[in-house]
Nanobody
Framework: QVQLVESGGGLVQPGGSLRLSCAAS????????IGWFRQAPGKEREWVSC????????KYTDSVKGRFTLSRDKTKNTVYLRMNSLKPTDTAVYYC???????????????WGQGTQVTVSS
């Protein structure tokens, strides 16, 4: 069983950048696909990005393509989400999750972190 802890959220102005971290313990991330999701107030949890178990494929939702970059550091057992050119519409609680497959559905993931708040505002 893997435990996930997100960090790196905060308040940033529009156009700014943040890097979120998803640190794993209890198991190596080598065995899992990792997804990033976000949830804004009053809205459903939304898939943002994911990486396959092999690391050979990374996918993004259209609204973040070209702005967000997912990466994985096996030596640190951590996955990152670099977010550039942030917009107020990116404001949400961001979650990382681990599962068997890199899919858009929340149901594809078995383990979740507690989330980190990202607020984009001037």
């Amino acid at each position: 069983q893997v435990q996930l802890v997100e960090s790196g959220g905060g308040l940033v102005q529009p156009g700014g950048s943040l890097r979120l971290s998803c640190a794993a313990s209890g198991s190596t991330l080598d065995y899992y696909a990792i997804g990033w999701f976000r949830q804004a107030p009053g809205k459903e949890r939304e898939w943002v990005s994911c990486i396959t178990v092999s690391g050979n494929s990374i996918k993004y939702t259209d609204s973040v393509k070209g702005r967000f970059t997912l990466s994985r550091d096996k030596t640190k057992n951590t996955v990152y989400l670099r977010m550039n050119s942030l917009k107020p519409t990116d404001t949400a609680v961001y979650y990382c999750a681990a599962g068997a497959y890199c899919l858009e559905s929340v149901n594809a993931y078995d383990y979740w972190g507690q989330g980190t708040q990202v607020t984009v505002s001037s």
